[in-house]
């Protein structure tokens, strides 16, 4: 069993940075996927970033140019976020899964609020 802790989270005014960690506890075999999701008040739930273990990135339409996704060794995942907005406002979810979909592990998520 993975174990997967957020930090980070925060309030924060319109325009200001921000940056998110998440720290898995195992790893999993092969080719994986680190994640970052985030769920709104009414429990939707809307894709970030994500970065491969071969290094490959993909971002959400909403994010791309403002929010950055880098891992580190020992499947540390962060999110630098900058030029925030009061839509970005959200429960953000790490989520840390095989290429093959065998394994699917989510963090708790840690709260970003950004407001005057």
């Known amino acids: 069993q993975v174990r997967l802790v957020e930090s980070g989270g925060g309030l924060v005014q319109p325009g200001g940075s921000l940056t998110l960690s998440c720290a898995a506890s195992?790893?999993?075999?092969?080719?994986?996927?680190m994640a970052w999701y985030r769920q709104g008040p009414g429990g939707w739930r809307e894709f970030v970033a994500q970065?491969?273990?071969?290094?490959?990135r993909v971002y959400g339409d909403s994010v791309r140019g403002r929010f950055t996704i880098s891992r580190e060794l020992g499947n540390t995942v962060s999110l630098q976020m900058s030029n925030l907005k009061p839509e970005d406002t959200a429960l953000y979810l790490c989520?840390?899964?095989?290429?093959?979909?065998?394994?699917?592990?989510w963090g708790q998520g840690t709260q970003v609020t950004v407001s005057p």
């Open positions: 970065m491969s273990s071969t290094g490959h």
């Open positions: 195992g790893t999993v075999s092969g080719v994986n996927i």
């Open positions: 989520n840390l899964r095989s290429y093959s979909g065998a394994n699917d592990y």
